[in-house]
């Protein structure tokens, strides 16, 4: 009879092999071509095929090493982190660039079981600013910088 030791490392096994049955499934279609002259499917099928090995491995091991229980999960940070990724896409186009980084990094700040507000301002002002000149300026991107 097989026992799980490390309930953890299980749990990121299933999360691995997920992922590459995903990688696997949904560029399944696209052309693979070679090492030398690579499709477009290349990449996402070797990287779900190395994902795929990870988890086998990582669960074999969960069956021989003994490891920590699983532990109560945070989800409100998680509610919280994915809120702000949807806040991002519904306010860039309105708001712009500049403005929704500032936002969506003060909202994902509470987030944090030990929320420094005044540190996050000021990353949030400096993200803005680099985020804007990197990707509108530099890059060309075409997502307006203000509203």
């Known amino acids: 009879m097989l026992r799980v030791r490390d309930p953890q490392r299980l749990l990121f096994a299933a999360f691995l092999l997920a992922m590459g049955l995903c990688g696997l499934?949904?560029?399944?279609?696209?052309?693979m071509g070679t090492a030398v002259r690579m499709g477009a499917g290349y990449m996402p099928k070797v990287l779900s095929v190395i994902l795929l090995?990870?988890?086998?491995?990582?669960?074999?091991?969960?069956?021989?090493?003994?490891?920590?229980?699983?532990?109560?999960?945070?989800?409100?940070?998680?509610a919280i982190i994915l809120a702000s990724l949807c806040l991002f896409g519904l306010l860039v186009e309105r708001a712009g660039l500049l403005v929704t980084t500032a936002v969506v990094i003060l909202a994902a700040t509470a987030a944090a079981p030990d929320r420094r507000w005044r540190e996050a301002a000021i990353f949030a002002v400096v993200m803005a600013v680099f985020c804007t000149v990197v990707f509108r300026l530099l890059l060309g991107l075409p997502i307006p910088a203000l509203p």
């Open 25 to 31: 499934w949904f560029g399944w279609k696209l052309p």
């Open 53 to 78: 090995a990870f988890g086998v491995g990582l669960a074999a091991a969960s069956l021989a090493v003994e490891g920590p229980r699983l532990e109560r999960w945070a989800w409100r940070g998680l």
